[in-house]
């Protein structure tokens, strides 16, 4: 059985940090591209960050990019999410996914369709 639980979500004051973890099981990890989606109260699916398990190659939506950090480890079948300098509007609901295929399509970043899907968690930057 495949699951994809992610955990380390919570409050947290705007610039603050906080950490998500996503651990993969049923699958062979280090032949799918990790991702995480995030999304916020009224808004659609927003890709956020993205990792190749086998390689650790990594890509960033430009509205983290110097902030937050994607990694993996490949021995406990993990994905990480570092979010330093957080802002209010990065409060979502932040989804792990798993795909064998990359998270880029035709140049635009994927969304909605990874094979894989946790179950969330949340994150709420407020003061």
């Known amino acids: 059985e495949v699951q994809l639980v992610e955990s380390g979500g919570g409050l947290v004051q705007p610039g603050g940090s906080l950490r998500l973890s996503c651990a993969a099981s049923?699958?062979?990890?280090?032949?799918?591209?990790m991702t995480w989606v995030r999304q916020a109260p009224g808004k659609g699916l927003e890709w956020v960050a993205s990792i190749y398990a086998g390689g650790g190659s990594t890509a960033y939506a430009d509205s983290v990019k110097g902030r937050f950090t994607i990694s993996e480890d490949s021995a406990k079948n993990a994905v990480y999410l570092q979010m330093e300098s957080l802002k209010p509007e990065d409060t979502a609901m932040y989804y792990c996914?798993?795909?064998?295929?990359?998270?880029?399509?035709?140049?635009?970043?994927?969304?909605?369709?990874?094979?894989?899907w946790g179950q969330g968690t949340q994150v709420t930057v407020s003061s």
């Open positions: 996914a798993a795909d064998l295929q990359p998270p880029y399509r035709n140049g635009f970043p994927r969304t909605n369709d990874y094979r894989y």
């Open positions: 049923g699958f062979t990890f280090s032949r799918y591209y």
